[in-house]
Nanobody
Framework: QVQLVESGGGLVQPGGSLRLSCEASGFRLDGYAAGWFRQAPGKEREGVSCESASTLSEYLIDSVKGRFTISRDNAKNTVYLEMHDLKPEDTGVYYC????????????????????WGQGTPVTVSS
């Protein structure tokens, strides 16, 4: 079955850290640009961090620069999002998605071409 499955979300205090994982099954991640997106309550979904298939280019929205890092382990067919110094405004449901043939910036910005989405993992930053 072709799918993406996210995990690692949860409740964390402000200033804390989480590591999200997105495991692909039924296909190989190498060759796909991958990204993390989030949807906060009452807001539209936004691209948070994306990387190209080659992993040579990376995109981060300004609000997470210096705090979030995207990476992948092709041997484990998994993409990660390391999140540090979490803030209440980082709260939301985090989704991963993949696309072929797009840059990191385009992957995060133009979501209509994304080929597959995971089901999401919730992150709540609260004291």
């Amino acid at each position: 079955q072709v799918q993406l499955v996210e995990s690692g979300g949860g409740l964390v205090q402000p200033g804390g850290s989480l590591r999200l994982s997105c495991e692909a099954s039924g296909f190989r991640l190498d060759g796909y640009a991958a990204g993390w997106f989030r949807q906060a309550p009452g807001k539209e979904r936004e691209g948070v961090s994306c990387e190209s298939a080659s992993t040579l280019s990376e995109y981060l929205i300004d609000s997470v620069k210096g705090r979030f890092t995207i990476s992948r382990d092709n041997a484990k067919n998994t993409v990660y999002l390391e999140m540090h110094d979490l803030k209440p405004e980082d709260t939301g449901v985090y989704y991963c998605a993949v696309a072929r043939g797009y840059s990191a910036h385009s992957t995060c910005t133009y979501t209509t071409h994304l080929e597959l989405w995971g089901q999401g993992t919730p992150v709540t930053v609260s004291s």
